[in-house]
């Protein structure tokens, strides 16, 4: 079984100031993850993902995540907002020979000028 | 890259009519597509799942007769709400899976349907 738990249904950043959305995550097989950003009424973009080699990943628009298998966690940062990231980010889990995501509930980013 | 489009963006009908929306992948061939339910600021849920050329899989809870799922070709999956009712509004998003495993998965940017 697999589960995503997102951390911090909202989050609030300043303009240029670090950008950490938490995810954890559970799964009885390796985990593929992925961070998603969802811009109002549109679909998902991928920004980011990992499955196997390295655990520090790095994505678009400046993006990276690490994977730290002892803390279940795959949390996304950026070091300096930018208005425009302001969406809503989603952590999803999915692993080798299955092809169902489980989503996170969602992390809305607010940013401030 | 992968394109999925989805067709139409919005929709509003009349209570106990039918609606139908589109997923097509456009560059490549999709042996495997996702219908995805999201409601106001909550996450996706994922409702259906279908393979070019046989019945869908439908996740439990999901009412098969309700939301019908047809996926005729590589290209093209439709999703019907058949006789919506105003509980049936909300986002539908579709994923799109290419048969060489090369894209990934990649999503539709989504229909909002409003039953009015």
């Known amino acids: 079984a697999q589960s995503v738990t997102q951390l911090g249904s909202h989050v609030s950043v300043s303009e240029g100031a670090l950008v950490l959305l938490r995810c954890n995550y559970s799964?009885?097989?390796?985990?593929?993850l992925f961070w998603y950003v969802q811009y109002p009424n549109q679909g998902l973009q991928l920004l980011l993902k990992?499955?196997?080699?390295?655990?520090l990943v790095k994505g678009i628009n400046g993006f990276e995540a690490e994977f730290k298998k002892s803390e279940t966690s795959f949390h996304l940062t950026k070091p300096s907002a930018h208005m425009s990231d302001a969406a809503e980010y989603f952590c999803?889990?999915?692993?080798?020979?299955?092809?169902?995501?489980?989503f996170g509930t969602g992390t809305r980013l607010k940013v401030l000028a | 890259g992968a394109v999925v489009s989805q067709h139409p963006s919005w929709v509003i009908c009349k209570s106990g009519t039918s609606v139908k929306i589109e997923c097509r992948s456009l560059?490549?061939?999709?042996?495997?597509m996702f219908w995805y339910r999201q409601f106001p600021k909550q996450s996706l849920m994922l409702m259906a799942t279908?393979?070019?050329?046989?019945?869908?899989?439908?996740e439990q809870g999901v009412e098969k007769d309700k939301f019908l799922i047809n996926h005729a070709s590589l290209t093209l999956s439709t999703l019907t709400v058949t006789s919506a009712h105003p509980e049936d509004s909300s986002f539908y998003i579709c994923?799109?899976?290419?048969?060489?495993?090369?894209?990934?998965?990649?999503f539709g940017s989504g229909t909002r349907l409003t039953v009015v």
């Open positions: 999803a889990v999915s692993g080798p020979g299955t092809y169902k995501y489980i």
């Open positions: 994923s799109a899976r290419d048969a060489g495993g090369v894209y990934g998965y990649t």
């Open positions: 799964s009885s097989v390796p985990p593929y």
């Open positions: 560059d490549f061939q999709a042996t495997t």
């Open positions: 990992y499955t196997t080699g390295a655990t």
């Open positions: 279908s393979n070019e050329g046989s019945k869908a899989t439908y």
